[in-house]
T-cell receptor
Framework: AQSVTQLDSHVSVSEGTPVLLRCNYSSSYSPSLFWYVQHPNKGLQLLLKYTSAATLVKGINGFEAEFKKSETSFHLTKPSAHMSDAAEYFCVVSVPGVSGGYQKVTFGTGTKLQVIP | DSGVTQTPKHLITATGQRVTLRCSPRSGDLSVYWYQQSLDQGLQFLIQYYNGEERAKGNILERFSAQQFPDLHSELNLSSLELGDSALYFC????????????FGEGSRLTVL
């Protein structure tokens, strides 16, 4: 079984300051990990993904995340927050399904990022 | 544009009624997932289909049912609707052999009055 824990339900940063959204996971298998972003009244959009290649993953809009197996973490960072980054962010773990040919996907509970001008 | 199409985008109905939400996955995607998102419950996984077969079930009520058809589109049926069923319902799809990346539709917003 796998699980995802997003350690903060709300994060507030000032515009131009760094962003850190924390995610810890557990999985019996080597997982794939993702971050999705959801702007108000919109669908979810993929920010970045880790699929057992480089541990430091770069995504869209200047975001990146580092896979740390020893810490079972996949924290999302951005050097400088922009007003347009205000949204909800979801950390996701995915492992192969039991019967094969599909993925079992587990979402975290989300972190709402507020950016203060 | 993710390539996943959901209809209708908005739906207003009364308690006790039944509605059907439709999802067309991206071309070639065999897996379809349904999620419910509400203010108090957050994003909740409902059910997953793979090539027409149910693969995983989450917090889906007995009043709700879904299916995936041979052409791979999926429908989510919600019956005996209650006020608490008001939510945004998302469909997502993924390819067979990928690593689990999901492509989400824009959602269907259901309001039960």
């Amino acid at each position: 079984a796998q699980s995802v824990t997003q350690l903060d339900s709300h994060v507030s940063v000032s515009e131009g300051t760094p962003v850190l959204l924390r995610c810890n996971y557990s999985s019996s298998y080597s997982p794939s990990l993702f971050w999705y972003v959801q702007h108000p009244n919109k669908g979810l959009q993929l920010l970045l993904k880790y699929t057992s290649a480089a541990t430091l993953v770069k995504g869209i809009n200047g975001f990146e995340a580092e896979f740390k197996k020893s810490e079972t973490s996949f924290h999302l960072t951005k050097p400088s927050a922009h007003m347009s980054d205000a949204a909800e962010y979801f950390c996701v773990v995915s492992v192969p399904g039991v019967s094969g040919g599909y993925q079992k996907v587990t979402f975290g509970t989300g972190t709402k990022l507020q950016v203060i001008p | 544009d993710s390539g996943v199409t959901q209809t209708p985008k908005h739906l207003i109905t009364a308690t006790g009624q039944r509605v059907t939400l439709r999802c067309s996955p991206r071309s070639g995607d065999l897996s379809v997932y349904w999620y419910q998102q509400s203010l108090d419950q957050g994003l909740q996984f409902l059910i997953q289909y793979y090539n027409g077969e149910e693969r995983a079930k989450g917090n889906i009520l007995e009043r709700f049912s879904a299916q995936q058809f041979p052409d791979l589109h999926s429908e989510l049926n919600l019956s005996s609707l209650e006020l608490g069923d008001s939510a945004l319902y998302f469909c997502a799809s993924s390819v067979r052999t990928n690593t689990g990346e999901l492509f989400f539709g824009e959602g269907s917003r259901l309001t039960v009055l």
